[in-house]
C-alpha cells in the first residue's frame, strides 16, 4: 500500500503534466458522489434500448441477442485494436497468444450462443415478425465487417470468383466493390444493388474505406507476418491463429447459418432473409472459402473448407 505522500507525489506530477492544478481537483472530489454499480454499467440505459416492433415476447430474445453479440464484437475490436497500435518489438510471442486467445473465446461464446437463437425463439413468432424486420439483415453488422477488415489483408475478403483476378493493388473503392459479401445484395451482371446493400453503404461505405487504409498494414495477418520467423513457428501461436480462423469462419458462420436453416427452411426450401440476399450461397463457408491466415492451412485443407462440418 502507497503511503499519503507518495500518492500525492504522484497526483501531482500527473495533473501538473497536463498543466492542471492538483487542489482544484481534489477540491472537486468533495462534491462528486460516489459510484454506484448501476451508474457505472449503465443499467437503467441498457434495460430501455430494445425497441420492438411487435407484440411478439420472443422479438425480445432476438433484439436482445443481437444486442449482446455487438457488444462482444466490441470487445474483439478492443483487442485486435491493442495488437494494430503496438509496434511489432513490442508484440512478443507470448503476447499475440495471449490477445489471438481472447478474442477466440468471445467467438467461443458467440458460437455457443446461438442455441439461444436456434432453441430459445417460437418459430411461428418468429416467423411472424420477423416480416417487420425487412428490409433490415444481419449482413449490415458494420461492427462484424470491422471485425474482418481487421484481422486478415484486404484480398481474403474478396468474393471467391474474383480473388485469383482482382488487381492486388486496385482502389479501396474497386476492392469494397468485390468483396464477399456484396453478393447477399448485389447482381453482378448487372450491377444492382438492393435496398439493403445501398441503404448500408450509404450509412457505414466511407468510414469501412478509412477504417481499411489502416488495417490494411495492421490487421492481425500482417503483423503476424512481421514477426521473427521464430514466433511464426511457435507452435501454441500457430495453433491459436488456427483456432481463431476456423472458429470465425467455419464454427460460428455454421452455428449461424444452422440457426437461419431452423427457421428458414420452410417446407424442404430455403425462404428468404429479411434482406433480400441469398443466405444459403452467401453464410455457408463451401462456397465463399473465407480464410484469414491462408498460408497456415495446407492446400488439402484449404479445398475441404466447410465441408465435411
Avoid: C
Avoid at 1 to 19: F, V
Avoid at 32 to 56: A, C, E, G, H
Avoid at 83 to 110: G, P, Q
Avoid at 129 to 141: E, N
Amino acid at each position: 500500500m502507497k503511503s499519503e505522500a507518495d500518492i500525492t507525489k504522484k497526483l501531482k506530477e500527473k495533473y501538473s503534466s497536463i498543466d492542471q492544478d492538483l487542489d482544484v481537483h481534489l477540491e472537486g472530489l468533495l462534491h462528486s458522489k460516489p459510484i454506484s454499480y448501476w451508474d457505472y454499467i449503465q443499467t437503467d440505459v441498457l434495460l430501455n434500448l430494445q425497441k420492438p416492433r411487435t407484440d411478439f415476447p420472443d422479438e425480445m430474445v432476438f433484439i436482445m441477442y443481437h444486442q449482446i453479440s455487438e457488444l462482444l464484437f466490441k470487445m474483439i475490436l478492443t483487442e485486435i485494436e491493442q495488437v494494430a497500435k503496438n509496434e511489432i518489438d513490442d508484440l512478443d510471442t507470448a503476447i499475440f497468444t495471449e490477445k489471438i486467445m481472447r478474442i477466440s473465446r468471445y467467438f467461443d461464446v458467440l458460437t455457443s450462443s446461438f442455441s439461444i437463437m436456434k432453441d430459445g425463439m417460437n418459430i411461428d413468432q418468429y416467423n411472424q415478425f420477423r416480416t417487420t424486420l425487412t428490409p433490415a439483415s444481419g449482413f449490415q453488422s458494420a461492427q462484424y465487417r470491422k471485425v474482418e477488415f481487421a484481422s486478415t489483408e484486404l484480398i481474403n475478403l474478396i468474393d471467391k470468383r474474383f480473388r485469383d483476378t482482382i488487381d492486388r493493388s486496385s482502389s479501396y473503392e474497386n476492392a469494397f466493390e468485390h468483396l464477399y459479401w456484396q453478393a447477399a445484395g448485389k447482381d453482378y451482371e448487372t450491377g444492382k444493388k438492393t435496398y439493403t446493400l445501398s441503404d448500408f453503404e450509404a450509412r457505414y461505405k466511407e468510414e469501412f474505406i478509412r477504417f481499411t487504409k489502416f488495417y490494411q498494414y495492421n490487421n492481425l495477418w500482417s503483423k503476424f507476418k512481421e514477426l521473427p520467423e521464430a514466433s511464426q513457428s511457435d507452435e501454441a501461436l500457430v495453433k491459436a491463429m488456427r483456432h481463431y480462423d476456423y472458429t470465425v469462419n467455419v464454427k460460428w458462420v455454421m452455428a449461424h447459418y444452422n440457426t437461419a436453416n431452423h427457421y428458414l427452411n420452410i417446407g424442404g426450401k430455403a425462404a428468404e432473409a429479411t434482406g433480400g440476399s441469398e443466405w444459403v450461397k452467401y453464410m455457408h463457408p463451401k462456397y465463399q472459402k473465407r480464410i484469414f491466415f491462408p498460408d497456415l492451412w495446407t492446400a488439402q485443407e484449404i479445398r475441404d473448407w466447410g465441408t465435411n462440418i
